[in-house]
């Protein structure tokens, strides 16, 4: 059996430093908001280029709070892929403000730059970019649409810890950039965590003010905010697991690379670019009878997932704010799209196993 994914088995290889930490942590007794965050915070901003990194609860947080700091006007339009996870989305409608779904790139599954500046209106103010699968955006056209109309760029790196384009890292385009460091990510912590980077350092203070009751000091309250802390635990298990980042996704680089190169043609296979050096939290492929290739390789003892089997607009939450727009694009991906293991407990062999069973498909 090969499954999609094996946390216990990812996570094996940390166990006595997790351990380790784990004594020390409980005796000092100290278990919000300690030194421990702190460290990853800085650990992590080094990681990325990032002047400031804010540890926050969870990735969907990561976003409100980023949207939040903006401070736009009640009820803003703020532009979305209409295929990203409902996560984005949902940061946008509880921070108050409404989502406008422009469609993706078939090829590269991200939001189309070309389709951007039609969906702008006198509303818009802002633009969230999703780096899907650990794939960036293309970001240079992008970056000159939203300098054109004043835009601020949210960035959700959810998927992307790691990845490039031309050069430049994910969660350096934006004025925010929103991570998740859910257990099955490429850093991913032993629960829900997730971090909020910005180069601005009075939104750096405003931020750490939103997660913390809208306080930077005790009991004293300058502005509405949240509870939605980075958790001194959590930040001990993502200090561990950071200097493996790399490898990680150099490893899932390798496993990738075997199946571009050896899956038959009937597949539809990620696009591979020289402007983007990807690190594969998701390795999808697509094909017009999904259902059947994920039924046939399941009697074969592999384990795949559809990431996502929904699109936005579909969605019985969504459909009274989305009405009855269609995304054609992104429907097709979604009728299509199936996620093969690579995940960093996968070996060559797991992956030539699961090319032999799709090429016999």
Known sequence: MIPYDNLAKVNEKYTLLFQSRFSSFLQKGWYILGEEVKRFQDEFAAFNGSRNCVGVANGLDALIISIIALELPSGSEIIVPSNTYIATILAILQAGHKPILVEPDLHTYNIDPNKIESAITKKT?????????????????????????????????????????KGKIAGSFGVFAAFSFYPSKNLGALGDAGAILTNDNQLAKKLMQLRNYGSDRKYYNEVIGLNSRLDELQAIFLQIKLPYLNMINDHKRKLAKLYLENLKKDFILPVVHEDYDDVYH????????????????????????????????????????????????????????????????????????????????
Do not use: W
């Open 125 to 165: 103010k802002a633009i969230i970019v999703v780096h899907l699968y650990g794939k960036c955006c293309e970001m240079e056209p992008i970056k000159i649409i939203a300098e054109k109309y004043q835009l601020p760029i949210i960035e959700d790196c959810a998927q992307s810890h790691g990845a490039k384009y």
């Open 282 to 361: 998701i390795f999808n492929i697509r094909h017009p009878k999904r259902d059947a290739v994920r039924t046939y390789l399941q009697k074969k003892g592999i384990g795949t997932e559809i990431h996502y089997p929904v699109s936005p607009n579909r969605q019985k939450a969504l459909i009274s704010i989305v009405g009855h727009q269609t995304f054609p694009i992104s429907e097709e991906i979604h009728a299509t799209t199936l996620s093969l293991p690579i995940s960093s407990c996968h070996t060559e062999a797991d992956i030539l196993y699961v090319i032999d069973a799709l090429n016999a498909f």
